[in-house]
């Protein structure tokens, strides 16, 4: 079975800084896409970033970049230029792919626990 | 064009009850999946439905069930609640059942007194 794990509950940084989100995730399987989503107090899930396992290239939308690292089962979210509206609840998800792998039981998000970012102004 | 819409917001019950939470997708969205977010369990997925059929089911008891329209709107029931049900159930859309991005809903609170 997937699993994934986010091991800062809590994280801070000061705005216009650069912070780091960790993310590792356990997989037998080849093919499949990571995200980044934010909860924000509205508790509305956001897309934030994908990644599809078969690109090397790493991910970056504006100021959101990962560092995705396939043998290792790293997924880390980089967030430069924090801003004070960046403060919400971050998780890491793992999902198959399902179109190269067929249908059946592939469609859902395994989620980690989430990392809590606080930005100071 | 709208996003995804759950209703009500904010649901308080007693043990013993039913609950019925209802989820209008994206307009065009024909993939309709629940998750439950609790603060100790995390975010599990609850099921996943397209074309009004049920594609996948999460590790979740019977009481747990869920049906999606002709519309593609989607409900799902709770029935006999116990505590432990209490929770944020989030909705998200999807235009297919492929690999298209997910946008969820802002969820409904349970409370289950």
């Known amino acids: 079975a997937q699993t994934v794990t986010q091991s800062q509950p809590e994280m801070s940084v000061q705005e216009a800084e650069t912070v780091t989100l960790s993310c590792t995730y356990d997989t037998s399987e080849s093919d499949y896409y990571l995200f980044w989503y934010k909860q924000p107090p509205s508790r509305q899930m956001i897309l934030v970033i994908r990644q599809e396992a078969y690109k090397q290239q790493n991910a970056t939308e504006n100021r959101f970049s990962v560092n995705f690292q396939k043998a290792a089962k790293s997924f880390s979210l980089k967030i430069s230029d924090s801003q004070l509206g960046d403060a919400a609840m971050y998780f890491c998800?793992?999902?198959?792919?399902?179109?190269?792998?067929?249908?059946?039981?592939?469609?859902?998000?395994?989620f980690g626990q989430g990392t809590t970012l606080q930005v100071k102004p | 064009k709208a996003g995804v819409t759950q209703t009500p917001r904010y649901l308080i019950k007693t043990r013993g009850q039913q609950v019925t939470l209802s989820c209008s997708p994206i307009s065009g969205h024909r993939s309709v999946s629940w998750y439950q977010q609790t603060p100790g369990q995390g975010l599990q997925f609850l099921f996943e439905y397209f074309s009004e059929t049920q594609r996948n089911k999460g590790n979740f008891p019977g009481r747990f069930s869920g049906r999606q329209f002709s519309n593609s709107r989607s409900e799902m029931n709770v029935s006999t609640l116990e505590l432990g049900d209490s929770a944020l159930y989030l909705c998200?859309?999807?235009?297919?059942?492929?690999?298209?991005?997910?946008?969820f809903g802002s969820g409904t609170q349970l409370s289950v007194l």
């Open positions: 998200a859309s999807s235009q297919a059942s492929g690999n298209e991005k997910l946008f």
């Open positions: 998800a793992y999902r198959r792919n399902r179109l190269r792998l067929g249908s059946g039981n592939t469609g859902k998000l395994i």
